[in-house]
């Protein structure tokens, strides 16, 4: 076995990491630009290196996450989210519960949160929001922003929803009652129940196929039925009906309902 393929289960067995599920290429890249960075001339070192230094450990835990995001990412289509999507999804509940799944730093359950006392002011809402990165779930937590992480959101909402001091832009206290940051891995850990609309976006391009299948399987069995997967704008399932979904509209699948015997 190679140095990579050995430093891989290493990687499983120390961290409960499975790297072998991400796609190789993008994956070994990312890991050998930051092992030659720092040294190292074989992968199997650079392991050894980093359970030793807490240091070094948590610069590869952090680099094998991708964390952009920004509020209102690709504007349009929450838009649909807003026009099309949610006024079916409460149109009988009081109440709806929402997964934020790979949350990063918590632009996008925020704007969730936005977009919904905005639009649907007297309707009750829960968002988990989930990361595997524990260091942009602190930054989440926090709610504090740059500028640029706004330039997609309105004037009026931003005076609206967050408390301006010179360059940063902090969230309203209020909207983050209604949130639940949590770590969690999307190919290991167990996933929340009875969920009416996930979004996950421009995470699971990184991932195999064998991967993505069991995560679509996965969202598929948390969400109610009727329920919305919201994904990413180059994440279109090819096969829906695989996972008991059919598309809804253009990035936005709806579980089926069970039909009893």
């Given amino acids: 076995m190679d140095d990579y393929n050995t430093f891989l289960e290493k990687v499983h067995q ?25 040294g190292y001339t074989s992968y199997i070192q650079y392991l050894q290196a980093c359970m030793k230094d807490e240091r070094l450990l948590k610069e590869f835990t952090d680099r094998l996450t ?44 925020y704007s969730l949160a936005i977009l919904l006392r905005e639009h649907f002011p007297k309707l009750d809402f829960e968002i988990i929001a989930t990361d595997i990165d524990e260091n942009a779930l602190k930054s989440a937590k926090q709610g504090m922003y740059q500028k640029q992480s706004l330039k997609d959101l309105p004037e009026r909402l931003k005076n609206k929803y967050f408390e301006i001091t010179g360059t940063i832009y902090s969230i309203n206290p209020e909207l983050k009652q209604h949130i639940t940051f949590k770590q969690h891995n999307l190919l290991a850990d167990v996933y929340p129940h009875n969920v009416d609309l996930i979004v996950c976006r421009n995470v699971l391009i990184y991932f195999t196929d064998k991967a993505k299948n069991n995560i679509y399987q996965g969202f598929s069995n948390a969400l109610s039925p009727n329920g919305i997967l919201f994904v990413g704008s180059t994440e279109q399932i090819f096969t829906p009906q695989q996972y008991d979904f059919e598309l809804e509209e253009t990035f936005f699948y709806k579980k089926k309902q069970s039909i009893s015997s």
């Fill in 14 to 38: 120390t961290l409960s990491l499975d790297l072998a599920l991400y796609k190789e290429t993008q994956m070994k890249r990312r890991i050998t630009t930051l092992r030659d960075k720092r």
């Fill in 66 to 109: 991708i964390n952009v995001s920004e509020f209102y990412r690709n504007p349009k289509r929450w838009e649909v989210l807003q026009k099309n999507i949610f006024p079916d999804l409460v149109s009988e509940k009081t109440k709806i519960k929402i997964w934020s799944a790979a949350c990063s730093t918590g632009e996008e359950p």
